[in-house]
């Protein structure tokens, strides 16, 4: 792509923070941002780095009457050598034209939004932490912005990508969070866009997060929508349950994200020791588990938070506590190595890293 770039001259950039660990997840944003339109005449057009600033939108956008919306969430991290690494990206760049599929919106050749993704990284080089533990958030995401009321998907759309340089996600840091299951709000139905990494699934999950943080909760633990019986995930992340010394995750069915790390956990699974396998999980049967010691740990995957080991699950007016609130060996070991592999300090056999020039 030929990408213009408008750039803010060096004595208008923003000031670097002191220590990036202690940034708040998604509240400070780089003085950089990328911009690209689709018209149906045209195509995909315009690629350009411009100042981060607001968009400017018509106020009957497709985007705010009926959410032809998707995003994803990735990082770039620095190694010890001083490299960019992004992990995975390619996975990113599929899972996001898997979202704008489902959404009826024109998908992004995967080359063109790597190339976006790393022209940016280079000229916002400066804001990637090099304290482990931080990174820079990348966030890339795909609106409708056809000016029409009407129920039909948008004509024209913007995709743009911006930074945002993050400490850890949960303030607990590496240490276990509380999850509270929901067994009255679903959060994806059979059919529905569970799979797809659209704003409505979030926004429709967001009343019972508040329930659940307002009686002291981390997250929400989402059961399936037709019989409030089975696992499917957190909210920011996907899940998996230590049982008799088997790794198991629920499986796949279009109501859970495609998650980047739980796939990487998955195919790490047989290397460190343990032996994987995705199938249904019922929540009671989950929950006798973790009462009898069969359940011996329990961690969630996602990008925000790399693993998040759990120490307790609510249900019914009930904490069950795992491992003593501990966290287990092997959250720690997957996390010292998905975090390794992220950060260059071990050896990437798989491919996974992309270093960007």
């Not at 050749?109 to 990284?121: N, Q």
């Not at 009407?150 to 024209?156: A, L, Q, R």
């Not at 607990?172 to 067994?183: H, I």
Request: glycine share 10%.
């Amino acid at each position: 792509m030929e990408i213009v770039r408008e750039l803010v001259p060096p004595d208008r950039r923003k000031p670097l923070f002191a220590d990036p660990l202690k940034l708040p997840f998604g509240r400070n944003f780089t003085d950089h941002m990328f911009t690209m339109e689709f018209t149906p005449a045209a195509g995909w057009q315009r690629p350009r780095i411009k100042p981060y600033g607001p968009l400017v939108l018509d106020p009957s956008a497709n985007v705010f009457h009926y959410s032809q919306e998707v995003f994803e969430g990735q990082k770039a991290y620095k190694s010890a050598k001083g490299e960019i690494l992004m992990f995975r990206p390619q996975e990113n760049a599929r899972r996001l034209n898997r979202s704008l599929r489902r959404m009826c919106m024109p998908e992004i050749p995967e080359e063109a939004i790597l190339e976006a993704e790393c022209e940016l990284l280079k000229v916002e080089e400066r804001w990637v932490p090099d304290k482990k533990g931080a990174s820079l958030y990348i966030r890339p995401t795909v609106i409708g912005t056809e000016a029409a009321l009407g129920i039909k998907p948008s004509s024209d759309y913007l995709f743009y990508i911006i930074l945002s340089p993050v400490g850890p996600y949960f303030k607990e840091g590496f240490n276990p969070v509380s999850l509270w299951v929901s067994d009255r709000y679903s959060r994806a139905g059979s059919g529905g866009t569970g799979e797809a990494k659209t704003g409505g699934n979030y926004a429709g999950s967001l009343l019972a997060t508040l329930e659940a943080t307002q009686q002291g909760y981390s997250q929400v633990l989402w059961l399936d929508a037709g019989e409030h019986r089975y696992v499917e995930e957190v909210g920011a992340m996907n899940i998996f349950f230590v049982i008799d010394g088997t790794l198991v995750t629920p499986a796949l069915g279009g109501t859970i994200l495609h998650g980047i790390t739980r796939k990487s956990v998955l195919e790490l699974a047989p290397e460190l020791g343990i032996r994987a396998e995705e199938r249904r999980l019922a929540i009671d049967d989950i929950l006798a588990g973790i009462d009898s010691g069969r359940v011996s740990e329990v961690f969630g995957a996602g990008t925000a938070a790399v693993i998040s080991p759990v120490g307790k699950i609510a249900c019914r007016g009930r904490d069950h506590v795992i491992n003593g609130n501990q966290t287990g060996p092997w959250a720690r070991k997957f996390y010292d190595t998905l975090t390794g592999i992220q950060y260059g300090e071990i050896a990437d056999k798989h491919g996974w890293v992309l270093v960007v020039r």
